[in-house]
Protein backbone atom coordinates (compact mmCIF):
# COMPACT_ATOMS: atom_id res chain seq x y z
CA UNK A 1 0.00 0.00 0.00
CA UNK A 2 1.56 3.05 -0.75
CA UNK A 3 0.62 6.63 0.42
CA UNK A 4 1.82 10.30 1.29
CA UNK A 5 2.51 10.85 4.87
CA UNK A 6 2.78 14.21 6.22
CA UNK A 7 5.05 14.08 9.55
CA UNK A 8 4.64 17.53 11.90
CA UNK A 9 6.85 17.51 14.72
CA UNK A 10 9.47 20.71 15.64
CA UNK A 11 12.38 18.58 16.40
CA UNK A 12 14.72 17.50 13.40
CA UNK A 13 15.64 14.35 15.03
CA UNK A 14 11.68 13.37 15.44
CA UNK A 15 10.80 14.13 11.47
CA UNK A 16 14.30 11.68 10.40
CA UNK A 17 13.65 8.97 12.11
CA UNK A 18 10.09 9.09 11.13
CA UNK A 19 10.84 9.21 7.34
CA UNK A 20 13.46 6.80 7.89
CA UNK A 21 10.56 4.30 8.98
CA UNK A 22 7.97 5.14 6.63
CA UNK A 23 10.33 5.20 3.69
CA UNK A 24 11.46 1.69 4.16
CA UNK A 25 8.09 0.40 4.47
CA UNK A 26 7.98 2.78 0.72
CA UNK A 27 4.97 5.48 2.19
CA UNK A 28 6.13 8.98 0.34
CA UNK A 29 6.47 11.89 3.31
CA UNK A 30 6.23 15.51 3.53
CA UNK A 31 7.46 17.55 6.59
CA UNK A 32 6.59 20.67 8.90
CA UNK A 33 8.11 22.12 11.80
CA UNK A 34 5.44 23.84 13.08
CA UNK A 35 1.36 24.10 12.95
CA UNK A 36 0.86 26.79 10.80
CA UNK A 37 3.30 25.43 8.27
CA UNK A 38 1.54 22.05 8.55
CA UNK A 39 -1.96 23.73 8.17
CA UNK A 40 -0.27 24.85 4.72
CA UNK A 41 1.15 21.94 3.59
CA UNK A 42 -2.12 19.68 4.01
CA UNK A 43 -4.07 22.22 2.15
CA UNK A 44 -1.96 22.56 -0.83
CA UNK A 45 -0.72 18.84 -0.90
CA UNK A 46 -3.48 16.76 0.67
CA UNK A 47 -1.67 14.15 2.64
CA UNK A 48 -3.68 10.33 3.08
CA UNK A 49 -2.42 10.66 6.60
CA UNK A 50 -1.05 13.43 9.17
CA UNK A 51 1.29 12.03 12.07
CA UNK A 52 1.36 15.27 14.25
CA UNK A 53 3.29 15.78 17.25
CA UNK A 54 1.31 17.33 20.57
CA UNK A 55 3.90 19.97 21.60
CA UNK A 56 5.00 22.62 19.27
CA UNK A 57 5.95 26.22 19.58
CA UNK A 58 3.49 27.90 17.78
CA UNK A 59 0.35 26.32 17.96
CA UNK A 60 -0.30 22.55 19.94
CA UNK A 61 -0.98 19.66 18.17
CA UNK A 62 -5.14 19.66 19.27
CA UNK A 63 -5.25 23.14 18.18
CA UNK A 64 -3.87 22.07 14.39
CA UNK A 65 -6.51 19.19 14.88
CA UNK A 66 -9.41 21.03 15.58
CA UNK A 67 -8.15 23.43 12.08
CA UNK A 68 -7.77 20.33 9.75
CA UNK A 69 -11.17 18.88 10.95
CA UNK A 70 -12.64 22.66 10.73
CA UNK A 71 -11.34 23.02 6.62
CA UNK A 72 -13.44 21.11 4.03
CA UNK A 73 -10.19 20.74 1.97
CA UNK A 74 -8.73 18.81 5.00
CA UNK A 75 -11.50 17.67 7.13
CA UNK A 76 -11.08 14.25 5.50
CA UNK A 77 -7.21 13.17 6.29
CA UNK A 78 -6.82 11.39 9.26
CA UNK A 79 -4.81 12.06 11.93
CA UNK A 80 -2.80 10.53 14.32
CA UNK A 81 -1.69 13.05 17.39
CA UNK A 82 1.69 11.43 18.94
CA UNK A 83 3.17 12.58 22.15
CA UNK A 84 5.69 11.61 25.29
CA UNK A 85 2.87 12.59 28.01
CA UNK A 86 0.60 9.46 28.52
CA UNK A 87 -2.28 11.61 30.15
CA UNK A 88 -6.09 10.32 30.08
CA UNK A 89 -6.85 14.51 29.54
CA UNK A 90 -4.43 14.72 26.73
CA UNK A 91 -6.08 11.73 24.89
CA UNK A 92 -9.74 12.17 25.21
CA UNK A 93 -8.93 16.39 24.50
CA UNK A 94 -7.39 14.80 21.28
CA UNK A 95 -9.59 12.60 20.10
CA UNK A 96 -12.49 15.33 20.49
CA UNK A 97 -10.37 17.20 18.03
CA UNK A 98 -10.72 14.94 15.47
CA UNK A 99 -8.05 12.67 15.43
CA UNK A 100 -8.22 9.10 15.15
CA UNK A 101 -5.31 7.97 17.15
CA UNK A 102 -3.17 8.41 19.86
CA UNK A 103 0.09 7.34 19.91
CA UNK A 104 2.99 7.51 23.01
CA UNK A 105 6.49 8.25 22.62
CA UNK A 106 9.01 6.14 22.25
CA UNK A 107 6.80 4.79 19.05
CA UNK A 108 7.07 1.10 18.47
CA UNK A 109 6.97 0.64 14.91
CA UNK A 110 5.45 -2.64 14.09
CA UNK A 111 2.04 -1.11 15.61
CA UNK A 112 2.72 2.38 14.05
CA UNK A 113 2.98 0.80 10.73
CA UNK A 114 -0.31 -1.44 11.53
CA UNK A 115 -2.18 2.00 12.02
CA UNK A 116 -0.70 3.51 9.20
CA UNK A 117 -2.08 0.35 6.82
CA UNK A 118 -5.05 0.34 8.98
CA UNK A 119 -5.93 3.96 8.63
CA UNK A 120 -5.92 4.17 5.14
CA UNK A 121 -7.52 1.42 3.78
CA UNK A 122 -10.28 3.00 5.85
CA UNK A 123 -9.50 6.68 4.41
CA UNK A 124 -8.84 4.79 1.04
CA UNK A 125 -12.52 3.56 1.39
CA UNK A 126 -14.53 6.57 1.93
CA UNK A 127 -12.32 8.71 -0.11
CA UNK A 128 -13.65 6.33 -3.41
CA UNK A 129 -17.46 6.49 -2.20
CA UNK A 130 -17.23 10.49 -2.01
CA UNK A 131 -15.89 10.44 -5.25
CA UNK A 132 -18.97 8.39 -6.55
CA UNK A 133 -21.13 10.17 -4.65
CA UNK A 134 -19.86 13.45 -6.61
CA UNK A 135 -19.79 11.33 -9.64
CA UNK A 136 -24.06 10.60 -9.26
CA UNK A 137 -24.60 14.03 -7.92
CA UNK A 138 -23.13 15.57 -11.22
CA UNK A 139 -25.56 13.50 -13.11
CA UNK A 140 -28.84 14.00 -11.09
CA UNK A 141 -28.52 10.40 -9.43
CA UNK A 142 -27.94 11.88 -5.75
CA UNK A 143 -31.58 11.55 -4.83
CA UNK A 144 -31.88 9.21 -2.08
CA UNK A 145 -33.82 10.32 1.20
CA UNK A 146 -32.25 10.26 4.61
CA UNK A 147 -33.55 7.71 6.75
CA UNK A 148 -34.86 7.69 10.28
CA UNK A 149 -31.87 7.81 12.81
CA UNK A 150 -32.25 4.16 15.01
CA UNK A 151 -29.84 4.36 18.69
CA UNK A 152 -27.10 2.32 17.86
CA UNK A 153 -25.92 -0.69 19.07
CA UNK A 154 -23.29 -2.17 20.10
CA UNK A 155 -22.19 -5.68 20.63
CA UNK A 156 -19.96 -7.20 23.52
CA UNK A 157 -18.40 -10.49 21.77
CA UNK A 158 -17.32 -13.35 24.84
CA UNK A 159 -17.72 -10.73 27.38
CA UNK A 160 -16.79 -12.18 30.96
CA UNK A 161 -20.26 -10.94 33.27
CA UNK A 162 -17.16 -8.87 35.26
CA UNK A 163 -16.32 -6.71 31.81
CA UNK A 164 -20.09 -6.68 30.56
CA UNK A 165 -21.12 -5.42 34.20
CA UNK A 166 -18.09 -2.97 33.88
CA UNK A 167 -18.98 -1.87 30.30
CA UNK A 168 -23.27 -1.23 31.56
CA UNK A 169 -22.27 0.52 34.67
CA UNK A 170 -19.45 2.76 33.67
CA UNK A 171 -18.97 3.20 29.70
CA UNK A 172 -22.33 3.15 28.28
CA UNK A 173 -24.09 5.54 31.12
CA UNK A 174 -21.30 8.18 29.16
CA UNK A 175 -23.30 7.33 25.79
CA UNK A 176 -26.88 8.15 26.09
CA UNK A 177 -29.35 6.51 23.75
CA UNK A 178 -26.85 3.64 22.55
CA UNK A 179 -28.03 0.01 23.20
CA UNK A 180 -25.36 -2.76 24.33
CA UNK A 181 -25.67 -6.33 24.25
CA UNK A 182 -23.69 -9.70 25.10
CA UNK A 183 -23.14 -12.13 22.51
CA UNK A 184 -21.19 -15.05 22.22
CA UNK A 185 -19.18 -16.05 19.38
CA UNK A 186 -21.56 -18.36 18.18
CA UNK A 187 -24.39 -15.72 18.32
CA UNK A 188 -22.06 -12.94 17.03
CA UNK A 189 -21.28 -15.04 13.95
CA UNK A 190 -25.30 -16.05 13.63
CA UNK A 191 -27.93 -14.27 12.14
CA UNK A 192 -28.85 -13.12 15.95
CA UNK A 193 -25.45 -10.93 15.92
CA UNK A 194 -26.74 -9.06 12.54
CA UNK A 195 -27.59 -5.15 12.82
CA UNK A 196 -24.78 -3.90 15.40
CA UNK A 197 -22.83 -0.56 14.72
CA UNK A 198 -19.66 -1.77 16.65
CA UNK A 199 -18.38 -5.00 17.41
CA UNK A 200 -16.41 -5.14 20.58
CA UNK A 201 -14.25 -8.12 21.02
CA UNK A 202 -13.49 -8.75 24.50
CA UNK A 203 -10.16 -9.38 26.25
CA UNK A 204 -11.14 -12.99 27.04
CA UNK A 205 -11.34 -13.48 23.50
CA UNK A 206 -8.98 -11.33 22.09
CA UNK A 207 -6.32 -12.55 24.58
CA UNK A 208 -6.93 -15.92 24.16
CA UNK A 209 -4.19 -17.46 21.36
CA UNK A 210 -5.69 -17.53 17.75
CA UNK A 211 -8.43 -14.99 18.95
CA UNK A 212 -8.14 -12.13 16.85
CA UNK A 213 -9.38 -14.80 13.95
CA UNK A 214 -12.62 -13.95 15.02
CA UNK A 215 -11.92 -10.94 13.58
CA UNK A 216 -11.63 -12.41 9.67
CA UNK A 217 -14.76 -13.84 10.66
CA UNK A 218 -16.77 -10.59 11.42
CA UNK A 219 -15.08 -8.76 8.36
CA UNK A 220 -16.22 -11.62 5.95
CA UNK A 221 -19.21 -12.48 7.01
CA UNK A 222 -22.08 -10.81 5.35
CA UNK A 223 -24.22 -9.46 8.21
CA UNK A 224 -21.44 -8.13 10.39
CA UNK A 225 -18.88 -6.88 7.21
CA UNK A 226 -19.38 -3.26 7.43
CA UNK A 227 -19.85 -2.88 11.07
CA UNK A 228 -16.94 -0.99 12.65
CA UNK A 229 -14.52 -4.26 14.83
CA UNK A 230 -13.00 -2.58 18.41
CA UNK A 231 -10.93 -5.15 19.96
CA UNK A 232 -10.30 -4.50 23.71
CA UNK A 233 -7.13 -6.17 25.02
CA UNK A 234 -6.30 -7.29 28.43
CA UNK A 235 -2.82 -5.47 28.23
CA UNK A 236 -0.84 -3.12 25.02
CA UNK A 237 1.14 -5.89 23.83
CA UNK A 238 3.01 -4.83 20.66
CA UNK A 239 2.04 -7.99 18.53
CA UNK A 240 -1.57 -7.83 19.08
CA UNK A 241 -2.25 -4.98 18.72
CA UNK A 242 -0.31 -5.25 15.16
CA UNK A 243 -2.10 -8.16 14.63
CA UNK A 244 -5.71 -6.96 15.42
CA UNK A 245 -5.07 -3.82 12.76
CA UNK A 246 -3.87 -5.74 10.28
CA UNK A 247 -6.83 -8.28 10.71
CA UNK A 248 -9.27 -5.80 10.24
CA UNK A 249 -9.72 -3.96 13.56
CA UNK A 250 -11.13 -0.51 13.26
CA UNK A 251 -10.31 0.70 17.05
CA UNK A 252 -8.08 -1.14 19.68
CA UNK A 253 -8.97 -0.30 23.53
CA UNK A 254 -6.07 -1.76 25.67
CA UNK A 255 -6.02 -2.04 29.51
CA UNK A 256 -6.80 -0.30 32.04
CA UNK A 257 -9.82 0.59 29.69
CA UNK A 258 -10.64 4.55 30.67
CA UNK A 259 -14.94 4.85 30.32
CA UNK A 260 -14.49 8.07 29.18
CA UNK A 261 -12.21 6.84 26.35
CA UNK A 262 -14.06 3.78 25.66
CA UNK A 263 -17.50 5.73 25.48
CA UNK A 264 -15.68 8.51 23.18
CA UNK A 265 -14.00 6.12 20.75
CA UNK A 266 -17.42 4.57 20.32
CA UNK A 267 -19.30 7.44 19.47
CA UNK A 268 -16.33 8.07 16.94
CA UNK A 269 -16.19 4.75 15.23
CA UNK A 270 -20.20 5.09 15.59
CA UNK A 271 -20.10 8.13 13.29
CA UNK A 272 -17.93 6.98 10.94
CA UNK A 273 -19.59 4.09 10.23
CA UNK A 274 -22.61 6.13 9.50
CA UNK A 275 -21.12 8.28 7.59
CA UNK A 276 -19.48 5.18 5.40
CA UNK A 277 -23.29 3.86 5.06
CA UNK A 278 -25.09 6.92 4.12
CA UNK A 279 -22.13 7.72 1.30
CA UNK A 280 -22.39 3.54 0.19
CA UNK A 281 -26.42 3.82 0.38
CA UNK A 282 -26.34 6.94 -1.64
CA UNK A 283 -24.19 5.46 -4.40
CA UNK A 284 -26.27 2.38 -4.49
CA UNK A 285 -28.94 4.38 -5.14
CA UNK A 286 -27.51 6.25 -8.04
CA UNK A 287 -26.43 3.45 -9.62
CA UNK A 288 -30.38 2.44 -9.21
CA UNK A 289 -31.34 5.26 -10.71
CA UNK A 290 -28.90 5.11 -13.62
CA UNK A 291 -30.48 1.76 -14.45
CA UNK A 292 -34.11 2.47 -13.46
CA UNK A 293 -36.81 4.60 -15.97
CA UNK A 294 -37.83 7.11 -12.90
CA UNK A 295 -41.64 7.35 -14.32
CA UNK A 296 -42.65 3.89 -14.19
CA UNK A 297 -39.88 2.46 -12.12
CA UNK A 298 -38.91 -0.22 -14.90
CA UNK A 299 -35.49 -0.92 -16.67
CA UNK A 300 -34.39 1.96 -19.00
CA UNK A 301 -33.53 1.31 -22.33
CA UNK A 302 -29.64 1.09 -21.38
CA UNK A 303 -29.74 -1.59 -18.59
CA UNK A 304 -32.22 -3.39 -20.65
CA UNK A 305 -29.80 -3.82 -23.18
CA UNK A 306 -27.44 -5.41 -20.34
CA UNK A 307 -29.64 -7.82 -19.44
CA UNK A 308 -30.66 -8.93 -22.73
CA UNK A 309 -27.16 -9.56 -23.52
CA UNK A 310 -27.19 -11.92 -20.60
CA UNK A 311 -30.26 -13.65 -21.94
CA UNK A 312 -28.65 -14.12 -25.01
CA UNK A 313 -25.26 -15.61 -23.59
CA UNK A 314 -27.42 -17.98 -21.79
CA UNK A 315 -29.85 -18.90 -24.54
CA UNK A 316 -26.75 -19.45 -26.82
CA UNK A 317 -25.18 -21.71 -24.07
CA UNK A 318 -28.28 -23.67 -23.52
CA UNK A 319 -28.76 -24.01 -27.32
CA UNK A 320 -32.54 -22.28 -27.12
CA UNK A 321 -33.91 -18.70 -28.27
CA UNK A 322 -35.34 -15.73 -26.91
CA UNK A 323 -38.12 -14.08 -27.40
CA UNK A 324 -38.12 -10.12 -27.80
CA UNK A 325 -41.77 -8.00 -27.77
CA UNK A 326 -41.96 -4.56 -28.49
CA UNK A 327 -45.33 -3.04 -27.32
CA UNK A 328 -46.84 0.33 -28.21
CA UNK A 329 -49.79 1.95 -26.79
CA UNK A 330 -51.81 2.68 -29.60
CA UNK A 331 -53.22 6.42 -30.34
CA UNK A 332 -51.12 7.68 -27.12
CA UNK A 333 -50.11 10.76 -28.59
CA UNK A 334 -54.32 11.93 -28.40
CA UNK A 335 -54.04 11.10 -24.60
CA UNK A 336 -51.61 13.44 -24.21
CA UNK A 337 -52.83 16.40 -26.40
CA UNK A 338 -56.48 15.83 -24.78
CA UNK A 339 -55.75 15.25 -21.37
CA UNK A 340 -52.67 16.41 -20.77
CA UNK A 341 -48.85 14.98 -20.30
CA UNK A 342 -50.37 14.27 -15.99
CA UNK A 343 -52.55 12.12 -17.47
CA UNK A 344 -50.03 10.04 -20.02
CA UNK A 345 -47.98 10.15 -17.39
CA UNK A 346 -50.61 8.11 -14.90
CA UNK A 347 -51.20 5.96 -17.81
CA UNK A 348 -47.94 5.04 -18.64
CA UNK A 349 -47.24 3.75 -14.94
CA UNK A 350 -50.75 1.96 -14.90
CA UNK A 351 -49.94 -0.13 -17.81
CA UNK A 352 -46.14 -0.46 -16.55
CA UNK A 353 -48.11 -1.74 -13.59
CA UNK A 354 -50.05 -4.41 -15.31
CA UNK A 355 -46.99 -5.26 -17.37
CA UNK A 356 -44.85 -6.53 -14.59
CA UNK A 357 -47.52 -8.29 -12.56
CA UNK A 358 -48.10 -10.57 -15.50
CA UNK A 359 -44.48 -11.64 -15.64
CA UNK A 360 -42.03 -13.30 -13.83
CA UNK A 361 -38.87 -12.54 -12.12
CA UNK A 362 -36.62 -14.27 -15.20
CA UNK A 363 -38.57 -11.58 -17.63
CA UNK A 364 -37.15 -8.87 -18.70
CA UNK A 365 -39.22 -5.79 -18.99
CA UNK A 366 -38.42 -2.04 -19.82
CA UNK A 367 -39.32 0.91 -20.96
CA UNK A 368 -38.03 1.18 -24.66
CA UNK A 369 -38.78 4.86 -24.79
CA UNK A 370 -41.59 6.90 -24.88
CA UNK A 371 -45.06 4.84 -25.29
CA UNK A 372 -43.16 1.55 -26.07
CA UNK A 373 -42.02 -0.84 -23.68
CA UNK A 374 -39.78 -3.61 -24.19
CA UNK A 375 -40.54 -7.77 -23.23
CA UNK A 376 -37.65 -10.37 -23.54
CA UNK A 377 -38.75 -13.92 -22.71
CA UNK A 378 -36.17 -16.95 -22.21
CA UNK A 379 -36.54 -20.55 -23.49
CA UNK A 380 -39.23 -20.37 -25.04
CA UNK A 381 -40.97 -20.77 -28.68
CA UNK A 382 -42.63 -18.79 -31.09
CA UNK A 383 -46.25 -19.94 -29.85
CA UNK A 384 -45.47 -19.57 -26.50
CA UNK A 385 -44.06 -16.13 -26.86
CA UNK A 386 -46.69 -15.16 -28.90
CA UNK A 387 -49.43 -16.81 -26.55
CA UNK A 388 -48.07 -13.99 -23.67
CA UNK A 389 -48.02 -11.25 -26.30
CA UNK A 390 -51.51 -12.00 -27.03
CA UNK A 391 -52.49 -11.84 -23.29
CA UNK A 392 -50.42 -8.95 -22.40
CA UNK A 393 -52.94 -7.57 -24.93
CA UNK A 394 -55.71 -8.32 -23.38
CA UNK A 395 -55.06 -7.15 -19.83
CA UNK A 396 -54.19 -3.63 -20.93
CA UNK A 397 -57.05 -3.28 -23.14
CA UNK A 398 -59.32 -4.46 -20.36
CA UNK A 399 -57.58 -1.98 -17.41
CA UNK A 400 -59.42 1.07 -16.58
CA UNK A 401 -57.28 4.42 -15.84
CA UNK A 402 -58.45 6.74 -13.48
CA UNK A 403 -56.84 10.40 -13.27
CA UNK A 404 -57.73 13.63 -11.62
CA UNK A 405 -59.53 15.70 -14.51
CA UNK A 406 -60.59 12.56 -16.31
CA UNK A 407 -64.92 12.47 -16.96
CA UNK A 408 -64.99 8.91 -16.98
CA UNK A 409 -61.85 5.79 -16.76
CA UNK A 410 -59.55 5.85 -19.56
CA UNK A 411 -59.77 2.56 -21.74
CA UNK A 412 -56.48 1.84 -23.71
CA UNK A 413 -54.85 -1.08 -26.08
CA UNK A 414 -51.78 -1.43 -27.35
CA UNK A 415 -49.86 -3.27 -30.41
CA UNK A 416 -47.47 -5.63 -29.66
CA UNK A 417 -44.35 -6.81 -32.51
CA UNK A 418 -42.39 -10.38 -31.66
CA UNK A 419 -39.10 -11.53 -32.74
CA UNK A 420 -37.58 -14.94 -32.03
CA UNK A 421 -33.74 -14.57 -31.74
CA UNK A 422 -31.11 -16.26 -34.32
CA UNK A 423 -27.61 -17.92 -33.70
CA UNK A 424 -25.14 -15.56 -33.16
CA UNK A 425 -21.95 -16.08 -34.68
CA UNK A 426 -21.14 -12.47 -34.32
CA UNK A 427 -21.68 -12.12 -30.70
CA UNK A 428 -24.31 -11.62 -28.73
CA UNK A 429 -24.58 -7.76 -29.14
CA UNK A 430 -25.40 -8.42 -32.48
CA UNK A 431 -27.81 -11.15 -32.01
CA UNK A 432 -29.93 -8.42 -29.95
CA UNK A 433 -29.92 -5.27 -32.22
CA UNK A 434 -31.24 -7.97 -34.87
CA UNK A 435 -33.59 -9.39 -33.21
CA UNK A 436 -34.91 -6.08 -31.73
CA UNK A 437 -34.88 -4.56 -35.14
CA UNK A 438 -37.16 -7.81 -36.43
CA UNK A 439 -39.67 -6.90 -33.49
CA UNK A 440 -39.66 -3.07 -34.73
CA UNK A 441 -40.85 -4.42 -38.01
CA UNK A 442 -43.44 -6.58 -36.89
CA UNK A 443 -44.58 -3.58 -34.30
CA UNK A 444 -45.27 -1.37 -37.58
CA UNK A 445 -47.23 -4.18 -39.22
CA UNK A 446 -49.35 -4.55 -36.22
CA UNK A 447 -50.07 -0.84 -36.26
CA UNK A 448 -50.91 -0.94 -40.06
CA UNK A 449 -53.44 -3.67 -40.04
CA UNK A 450 -55.51 -2.25 -37.09
CA UNK A 451 -53.33 -2.15 -34.01
CA UNK A 452 -54.29 -3.67 -30.90
CA UNK A 453 -52.94 -7.12 -32.12
CA UNK A 454 -49.73 -9.53 -31.86
CA UNK A 455 -47.10 -9.53 -35.25
CA UNK A 456 -44.63 -12.04 -35.36
CA UNK A 457 -41.79 -11.50 -37.87
CA UNK A 458 -41.61 -14.83 -39.65
CA UNK A 459 -38.02 -14.04 -40.20
CA UNK A 460 -37.64 -15.19 -36.88
CA UNK A 461 -40.76 -17.75 -36.60
Known amino acids: ?34 GAEALEVARKHRPDLILLDIMMPDMDGIAVCRALR ?59 LQRQCALCDHHGLADAAPGFEVPPRVALVGASARFAAFWRRQVMPLYPGCRVETLSVAEALGLQGAGHDVYVIAPEIADEPGGLRLLLDLRTRKPTRRAALCVALATGATESCATALDLGADDLLAGPIDPAEAALRLQ ?6 RRVDALRNSVDEGLNLAAIDPLT ?37 AINDSFGHGVGDKVLQA ?21 EFLVALAGVTAGRAREVGEHLCRLVEATRINAPGLPVPLQVT ?31 ASKAHGRNQVTVNQTAA
Open 351 to 371: VAGRLEGALGPADVLARHGGE
Open 70 to 128: DDPRTAGIPVVLVTASNEQALRLAALDAGARDFLTKPLDEMVLLARVRSLLRASELESE
Open 414 to 444: MSVGLALSDAAPDGESAAVERVIERADRALL
Open 297 to 333: GLLNRRAAGQRLRGMAAQCRREGSRFAVMLLDLDRFK
Open 268 to 273: LLVARK
Open 1 to 34: MTGTILIVDDLATNRIILRARLGSACYNTLAATN
